[in-house]
């Protein structure tokens, strides 16, 4: 049986949500002695030999998918891959019918990306023994985005409590958001979310956010600016103007930033639209941006998830 | 058990003859306070810095998937390179041998070490797999089913050993 205190309580990551702070201090903490392992000349422990992981990607994704592949590979765990495209899917066959298939080859765990909310949570339900990771489930949760962003924030600003992190852009269709307010709030950190009106959900502020409308009024006293992509291929049926417009009024541009704290960190989760909802110096710039930092970050973070739901299971 | 610390340094240099490519290296976690302690006499012993670190086996370990919960992993800080140098893994406990199983596997992955030798503050013997020790500070004789305790002032504020029916 799993002890509560330092274990997860669940056999799944289904969200941040559900998560205690213990919980998120105990994955931080282990993601800590795993980026380590990462700088070593053999980049892999025997922590998960002879598990299989299936990675059931039926969404678009490179970072994600590459990262959990990453982490997966170097706890020796065997992987395999699925995505949508090129296999039944395509002859219209259904998520259940694909993963209860997949689930009849023995995985130990696996890891979906799906454009509905909750599909994770229904696997994880239909099948008792298998450790389900949500890798993004709609607008819903994207838990480990938010575990790595914490990750880096705390390892470049020492702790999360306390500190004030602003998230830009498309509030309303981000699930890297929700997972993000759930997990800054959770440890206590301050949230300010700021954007066009009409990606900013009604009522938000119930999340314990604080809600303001222009960039200047965000970046003011921010330790962390988070800026969020603007879904260009949902051009046509765009929330704003133009892209023109909506970068003058919300793209992160050093003149901006001259407004910000000294030493405020950059983030970006990723694909970014330069010019768009960031300006390229910006972006590559090493004084501000801890971008890439949480492109490897995320790979010691998926690690520690991986490590801890691979364990033991309760009647195996 | 400083006495038995400091026999086990001298002991160390003399089986290395002298401390050329010597590294120490403490087993977590309670390895490492004695590995730090070893460290400090033969520097004063001998006047000269040796490189310290600090092994985690918690990924090698042979029952990590039928232990809950996981044991906190941490990271394992070799100062310099291994290779063509004379590591002293240092334990508290030699039991059944499955740890230093663990850390050889876990060592061999950081480069190829001329010579690895062990050191152990107690060995209370019941090995399961073919490996000794090369220093031992006290053999203690044990039933299997007792429970050896160190404590050492850096981890639990005192330096004790206790023998403990389970």
Do not use: C, W
């Not at chain 1, 201090?25 to 392992?37: S, Y």
């Not at chain 1, 020492?158 to 997990?183: A, E, F, M, P, Q």
């Not at chain 2, 230093?100 to 992955?109: C, E, T, V």
């Amino acid at each position: 049986m799993r002890i509560q205190g330092s274990a997860l309580r669940s056999k799944d990551l289904l969200g941040i949500e559900p998560l205690t702070p213990e919980e998120i201090a105990l994955i931080l903490d282990t993601a800590e002695g795993f980026k380590e392992v990462s700088e070593r000349p053999v980049k892999k422990v025997p922590a998960l030999r002879g598990q299989l992981v299936i990675n059931l990607f039926m969404e678009a994704s490179t970072r994600t998918r590459v990262s959990f592949e990453i982490a997966e590979k170097r706890l020796s765990a065997d992987t395999l891959n699925f995505a949508a495209s090129g296999s039944a899917v395509e002859k219209g066959e259904t998520l259940i019918d694909t993963a209860d298939n997949l689930v009849a080859m023995r995985p130990n765990m696996i890891v979906i990306r799906h454009k509905h909310p909750g599909s994770p949570q229904m696997l994880a339900q239909r099948y008792p023994n298998i450790a389900v990771i949500n890798a993004g489930d709609g607008a819903h949760e994207h838990p480990t985005q938010a575990l790595l962003d914490a990750f880096t924030i705390r390892e470049r600003l020492g702790r999360l409590s306390g500190v004030n992190v602003t998230i830009v852009g498309d509030i309303k269709y981000s699930r890297v958001v929700r997972s993000n307010i759930h997990l800054l709030t959770k440890m206590k950190a301050n949230v300010t979310l700021a954007g066009p009106p009409t990606l900013m959900p009604a009522e938000i502020e119930k999340m314990g956010v604080r809600v303001v409308h222009s960039l200047d009024e965000a970046i003011e006293g921010a330790d962390v600016i988070m800026m969020l992509r603007i879904q260009l291929e949902r051009q046509g049926k765009l929330s704003f103007p133009s892209i023109r417009e909506y970068y003058r009024t919300f793209g992160l541009t050093r003149e901006r930033l001259r407004r910000a704290k000294k030493g405020v960190l950059v983030m970006h989760p990723g694909p970014m639209n330069r010019g768009v909802e960031i300006a390229s110096d910006v972006a590559d710039d090493p004084n501000y941006s801890v971008i890439l930092d949480q492109v490897t970050n995320g790979v010691a973070v998926r690690m520690a998830v991986l490590y801890l739901l691979g364990g033991a299971h309760p009647g195996e | 058990m400083n006495r038995a610390i400091r026999r086990m340094a001298i002991e160390v240099v003399e089986k290395n003859r002298g401390i050329d490519d010597l590294m120490i290296v403490g087993i977590r976690s309670r390895g490492v306070p004695i590995a730090e302690r070893m460290t400090r006499e033969i520097e004063q012993m001998e006047g000269q810095p040796v490189p310290f670190g600090i092994l985690d086996i918690t990924l090698y370990r042979d029952d990590l998937t039928t232990i809950a919960p996981q044991p906190v992993v941490k990271p394992t800080k070799l100062p310099e390179p291994i290779d063509d140098k004379n590591i002293v893994l240092v334990d508290d406990v030699l039991f059944t041998g499955r740890t230093i199983r663990a850390a050889l596997d876990a060592l061999i992955d950081f480069g190829r070490p001329k010579r690895v030798t062990l050191a152990v503050l107690i060995d209370r013997g019941h090995r399961e797999l073919p490996i000794h020790a090369d220093v031992i500070g006290k053999t203690v004789p044990t039933d299997a089913d007792e429970v050896i305790k160190v404590k050492l002032t850096e981890t639990d504020g005192e330096d004790e050993v206790l023998i403990m029916e389970r």
